[in-house]
């Protein structure tokens, strides 16, 4: 081979490399699998392991608020029971005996990833946790998620459970057609009918026009897990995701990529999901703009309970947020002793 010949190939070798280099660096998505689906007419727009069962973590509770609620009235009364009341975190710290309306325990599981009211819903409709799952796997499955199996009302690791970023996706989709549905997946704050404030751990509501809903998920043995609706203009995605170990900016990407592939692209989002606090200490943005306090637990008025209690003791902060732009400021106010609770091994959180 002439030296002109062996110079021709080895230009053409970077070229390749550097072709496939570029390739990955499009992609960066580190999720397992993932399904980004058009949210009208549920046609894949793109997709990576998108059948592949994999466990599915508190973004299961879609299917546990989509059957209860076709189940369901939503004044219908939802005792609490001790197996339900034990649920390990997170959790609103629901007691024995307690009676909520079937709507509240939507907002807990749906906002704020109760795994106790999941419980108590999947008793309420079926009588048990264990009927329930059996019960709201067959309604799926009829629904279209053939490769969707549930065995708790939570998302809370069992042996057996397993979903599919599609299935998430299209049970996320017949969610979203319940009115009710939407509008809860859309709030990100609401107050239970006992005065407990409950936060939506979907992040994108407070830093992006273009998120609609969404629900988050997080065991050890998922990582984390998501799915979502996003629009621009005329323009709706879903996106799901399972198995990531970097949330934000693998969703970040996928969303910026269902875009792109529906002929609606817009800019780069900014990282700023990974700078809030965590859920039980957003601060709530009124038209003002006023500055509120807030401690981690319990205070003298109103009980704030969602994930991300924490052991120790807490710092209260005066926290002003403007959640288009996901900055916030934080002022150290003092120190204030915080009614503890330790976290589960096994928990879903956002």
Known sequence: ???????????????V???RAAAETDNPVRAIAYCIMDADTGTILSAQN???????????????????????QLQDKVPVSVNAAQAPASKIYLKP???YNVNDMLYAILLASANDAARALGERVSG????????????????????????????????????TAYDLAFIFRKAMQNPTLARIMNTKTFTLQDGKEVYNHNRFLFTTEYAVAGKTGYT?????????????????????MMGSQGKWADLRTLIEKGFAECGAPIAKLPPVEESLRRPGTYARASAKSRTRKYVKGKTPKRKVLSAGVV?????QTSIKKKYSSGSYQKKKIGKSKVKTSTRCVGDTRS
């Not at 329930?132 to 199996?149: D, H, P, S, V």
């Not at 998501?226 to 629009?231: D, K, M, N, S």
Request: with cysteine.
């Open 1 to 15: 081979m002439g030296r002109r010949s062996l110079a021709i190939w080895v230009v053409c070798l970077m070229v």
């Open 17 to 19: 490399v550097g072709g």
């Open 50 to 72: 998108h059948q592949m069962m994999l466990p599915p973590a508190s973004t299961l509770k879609v299917g546990t608020a989509l059957v209860a609620i076709n189940t369901l």
């Open 97 to 99: 005996g307690e009676i």
């Open 128 to 163: 048990s946790e264990d009927r329930f799952a059996r019960f709201m796997t067959k309604q799926l499955r009829e629904m279209g998620a053939y490769r969707t199996n549930f065995e708790t009302a939570s998302g809370l690791p069992s042996e057996g459970q397993y979903s």
């Open 220 to 240: 050890r043995a998922s990582k984390h897990t998501y799915v979502g609706l996003f629009r621009n203009g005329d323009k709706r995605i879903i996106v799901s």
């Open 311 to 315: 052991s120790g003791t807490g710092t």
